[in-house]
């Protein structure tokens, strides 16, 4: 079977080791070919399987340095120095980032889940054990309440190894306890520790040493965890041998949803940027419609535009500021696609903003035509013009600044209070899965009024200071295009330059912030609460 070696042994006879690097083809190979005798019976054979985790500290360089041992420690290669070989490190976890992260998690995980057991709570095993935890055999009835069995583990065929297994469970960094942990499990063992790495490329040390050394940013942290199925256990892994903080990182993939499908808004999927104006709305848009080659066309919805894409043709892209003709829509498109037996995925996205920058910004959006041509104006006048401004618009900035964010955040069963919280430990992104479940799901004769948008899409919740998140984020939920941020608003309007700094220095007076908040209406208490989400009041 492939990747599975096996030696029999000659002293003493009936024992045989088999070595792997791949659980799957080991486990049934192991299965089929020593648990279950060739006529459908069981063999009685002890079995005990090992294996090990590491330090991710040390593992990285480790495996670089096996990836890539034939170029470094070949004749002729003195003229790499120590910067050089950390340059050339960095590049190769970028490069195969996949492919690790893969190895990483092959083994470990699936026997954690076998065993009943998680990586957290064998690691407290191992310090009270001195580096070991011996895992015996579990009952089938645990076997199958800790997995989903193959139909020829279930009954019919061999059962699941674990129920005729035990587990060792090995910590690297304590490998010097091997020697008497072997002997007691397999009296008469000696153990050979493997030669130091050092020693079989003694040209070497300078460069592993400074590989070694070398602690991964937390971008490259952030980028190994990624976010997808190998990912709780990527990060669990990280923070058991604090890898990473608790205010580093936590996947938003999985943060308050544990077990939490992945779903990938690449095919088969309307996704649909509903927004509050001067929040990325048109980085968000563009960002999708020029990656799937999407033409936007006015609907019957007032400021509502969907672009029906080409590449691939089954996607759809939703535009608008307007969050109620936005779902009215999304209805009907739900709706439809379900009469045509379509199953379309559904992600809306929105996003929030600081204040302090949200205000210059819709000023400059409003009088944009007047301060792009005008050159006689100056910093002062304008600071004038948009406290003006201030006053003039205010009942429309109220409107347009809680047009859709409390909207959404009450479908989904949350407050802005909440996912700001979240919002900082993930650096700027929260996803919300639909809910409830959309498990009863519409029927053929269901009419608008009786689709709940938010059991059927997920809501992207983003924060616009962290904008350079963004395409880390869109590449996770929509493989393949690549995230264009929107030009500068500066070198769109570079006459403009001085004159906007003023702006954005400005500071609101309190009566100014007040008399925007407003006085217990409809839009009072987000206000508020957005206000002080940011520190902008007291």
């Not at 990473?244 to 990182?249: D, I, V």
Request: hydrophobic residues 30%; contains cysteine.
């Amino acid at each position: 079977m492939d990747g599975v070696y096996v030696a029999p042994c000659t002293e003493p006879k009936g024992i045989d080791i088999i070595k792997s690097h791949q659980h799957e083809h080991a486990i049934h190979f192991l299965r089929d070919r020593y648990l279950w005798g060739r006529i459908n019976e069981p063999v009685q054979k002890r079995c005990l399987i090992v294996t090990a985790v590491r330090d991710p500290r040390t593992w990285l360089p480790s495996k670089f340095m096996e990836d890539e041992k034939r170029r470094y420690c070949e004749a002729g290669r003195e003229d790499i120095t120590p910067a050089q070989a950390v340059g050339h490190y960095r590049e190769w976890l970028e490069r195969t980032a996949e492919l690790n992260r893969h190895r990483a998690q092959w083994n470990v995980p699936h026997f954690l889940k076998m065993y009943g057991t998680t990586l957290t709570e064998q690691m407290n095993v191992f310090r009270e054990n001195g580096g070991y935890s011996l895992l015996p055999p579990v009952s089938l009835e645990q076997a199958q309440q800790g997995r989903k069995l193959s139909e020829e583990e279930d009954g019919s065929g061999p059962p699941p190894i674990e129920t005729s297994c035990s587990l060792l469970f090995l910590h690297f960094e304590q490998a010097q306890r091997w020697p008497d942990i072997f002997k007691a499990v397999s009296p008469g063992v000696d153990y050979t520790a493997p030669e130091d790495r050092n020693q079989l490329c003694p040209d070497n040390v300078d460069r592993y040493n400074a590989i070694k050394n070398y602690e991964l940013t937390d971008e490259e942290k952030h980028a190994f965890i990624g976010h997808d199925q190998y990912s709780p256990y990527l990060e669990e892994w990280f923070r058991v041998y604090g890898y990473l903080t608790s205010s580093s990182r936590s996947s938003f993939f999985y943060k308050g949803n544990k077990g939490l499908q992945i779903t990938r808004y690449n095919t088969d999927s309307v996704i649909a940027v509903i927004n509050t104006p001067k929040c990325g709305t048109g980085g968000m848009y563009k960002h999708f419609a020029d990656s799937y080659d999407c033409t936007f066309e006015r609907t019957m919805f007032d400021g509502v535009m969907i672009g029906p894409c080409k590449r691939p043709n089954s996607i759809d892209v939703i535009r608008s500021h307007n969050h109620e003709n936005s779902l009215l829509m999304l209805r009907m498109y739900l709706l439809d696609n379900l009469k045509q037996k379509q199953q379309k995925k559904c992600l809306i996205l929105t996003a929030v903003r600081d204040p302090k920058t949200w205000f210059p910004s819709k000023f400059m959006e409003d009088e944009k035509k007047k301060y792009c041509e005008a050159t006689d104006i100056t910093p002062e006048q304008a600071v004038e013009d948009y406290r003006d401004w201030l006053v003039y618009a205010n009942n429309r900035n109220r409107h347009r600044a809680q047009w859709n964010i409390p909207h959404f955040l009450k479908l989904y069963g949350t407050t802005l209070k909440e996912q700001m919280k979240v919002l900082e430990e993930n650096r700027g992104y929260s996803l919300l899965p639909p809910v409830p479940p959309p498990e009863s799901s519409l029927r053929d004769n269901s009419s608008v009024q009786d689709v709940p948008v938010q059991s059927h899409c997920s809501l992207l919740f983003l924060q616009v200071e962290h904008g350079d998140k963004w395409p880390e984020v869109f590449q996770n939920l929509s493989p393949g295009p690549e995230y264009k941020a929107p030009e500068d608003r500066n070198n769109l309007c570079p006459n403009n330059k001085e004159r906007n700094a003023a702006i954005k220095k400005y500071e609101l007076t309190e009566r100014e912030k007040r008399f925007f908040i407003g006085q217990n209406d409809e839009y009072s208490d987000f206000i508020e609460e957005w206000f002080r989400v940011y520190g902008y009041i007291n």
